[in-house]
């Protein structure tokens, strides 16, 4: 099961719980998705989340890539955490 977190403007920690919550609630990964200026604080989540709160979890996947919107381009990046 894979549970999917879209980061935005809050604190890292809030997504640093999410991560951990959904993780304590049986999914096996969990994807965390940001666009511009979100992208560090999904990195930052991810690492609070891997080092503070959790043990056994690994990253699995990066993406990065550029979605094109109507009148301009905007980074992204895709985070996925799994159980080792």
């Known amino acids: ?13 809030k997504y640093a719980t999410a991560v951990a919550t959904e993780f ?18 999904a990195v930052d989540a ?9 043990e056994g979890i690994e990253i699995k996947d990066i993406k990065i890539f550029t979605e094109e919107l109507e009148n301009r381009n905007v980074s992204a990046i895709e985070i996925l955490l799994g159980r080792i």
């Open 24 to 41: 304590n609630k049986g999914a096996d990964e969990v994807l965390i998705k940001a666009r511009g200026r979100a992208i560090s604080t």
């Open 46 to 54: 991810c690492q609070i989340s891997m080092n503070k709160f959790l």
């Open 1 to 13: 099961m894979q549970s999917i977190i879209y980061i935005g403007n809050k604190a890292q920690i």
